[in-house]
């Protein structure tokens, strides 16, 4: 059984930051295989792609909406992706997910519908 546990969201003013955590585990799961991704879902739309991780670190991938503002990083001796959000917007307020699929699969997805796991999400609300 694999779990994802996002952590770090919270109520932020304009301008400032915050930074997400992702736990991963499962005793299948080996976390250096997986490509890791953030997505985000506000109130009434769909959940969007945000930002992924090659399983080295060594690409990233980001939605233009977040690009220069959002950072995705991981650790992979302590099967941990982060998000460091900077310059947050209103716009930025949604229910933020930790998701992962596995590298074997070859290409480079930014749909939700190809990830394999999910977090339970952690909520972001930036204020005016």
């Known amino acids: 059984q694999v779990q994802l546990v996002e952590s770090g969201g919270g109520l932020v003013q304009a301008g400032g930051s915050l930074r997400l955590s992702c736990a991963a585990s499962g005793r299948t799961f080996t976390f250096r295989y997986y490509r890791m991704g953030w997505f985000r879902q506000a109130p009434g739309k769909e959940r969007e792609f945000v930002a992924l991780?090659?399983?080295?670190?060594?690409?990233?991938y980001y939605a233009d909406s977040v690009k220069g503002r959002f950072t995705i990083s991981r650790d992979n001796a302590n099967s941990m992706v982060y998000l460091q959000m900077k310059s947050l917007e209103p716009e930025d307020t949604a229910v933020y997910y930790c998701a992962a699929y596995g590298t074997w699969r070859g290409t480079v997805y930014y749909t939700a519908d190809r990830f394999d796991y999910w977090g339970q999400g952690t909520q972001v609300t930036v204020s005016s």
């Open positions: 991780m090659t399983r080295s670190g060594g690409t990233t």
